[in-house]
Nanobody, 123 residues
Framework: EVQLVESGGGLVQAGGSLRLSCAAS????????LGWFRQAPGKEREGVTC????????FYIDSVSGRFTISRDNAKNEVYLQMDNLKPEDTAVYYC????????????????WGQGTQVTVSS
C-alpha cells in the first residue's frame, strides 16, 4: 500500500521560506514520478510541481517557478519542496503525490496522496 506522509508546514511571513518533506513507503520509490499539489480555501486542488525518477527532470507551474524547488532522495524514499519568497497566495494545504510512471505527466495520473500539511503565509 502506498503511503505518503508530509511534514514541515507552518505559518510564515510573506518573503519567508519553508521546506516540506514527504516520507514514502509501500512502493518502489525510484520507479515513480512524484509531485506536490496544493488546495487553497474555496479552490480546487492544483498540481504545483513534479520530479521524475529518471534524471531528476522537474516541472513547475508558472506561479511558483523560480521560487519553489522540488527534489528527491531515492536512498531515503523522500521528496522535498523548498519554498522561498513565499506569498500570501501560496497559502494552502500541500499534498505529496505519486504517479506510477517514472516521468512527470498529466496531473490526473497522480493516484496516491498524503494527508496534507498546512502552509499559511501572512502578509
Amino acid at each position: 500500500e502506498v503511503q505518503l506522509v508530509e511534514s514541515g508546514g507552518g505559518l510564515v511571513q510573506a518573503g519567508g521560506s519553508l521546506r516540506l518533506s514527504c516520507a514514502a513507503s509501500g512502493f518502489t520509490f525510484d520507479e515513480y514520478g512524484l509531485g506536490w499539489f496544493r488546495q487553497a480555501p474555496g479552490k480546487e486542488r492544483e498540481g504545483v510541481t513534479c520530479i521524475s525518477s529518471v534524471g531528476g527532470r522537474t516541472f513547475y507551474i508558472d506561479s511558483v517557478s523560480g521560487r519553489f524547488t522540488i527534489s528527491r532522495d531515492n536512498a531515503k524514499n523522500e521528496v522535498y519542496l523548498q519554498m522561498d519568497n513565499l506569498k500570501p497566495e501560496d497559502t494552502a494545504v500541500y499534498y505529496c503525490a505519486a504517479r506510477s510512471r517514472r516521468i512527470c505527466g498529466p496531473w490526473a495520473d497522480f493516484g496516491s496522496w498524503g494527508q496534507g500539511t498546512q502552509v499559511t503565509v501572512s502578509s
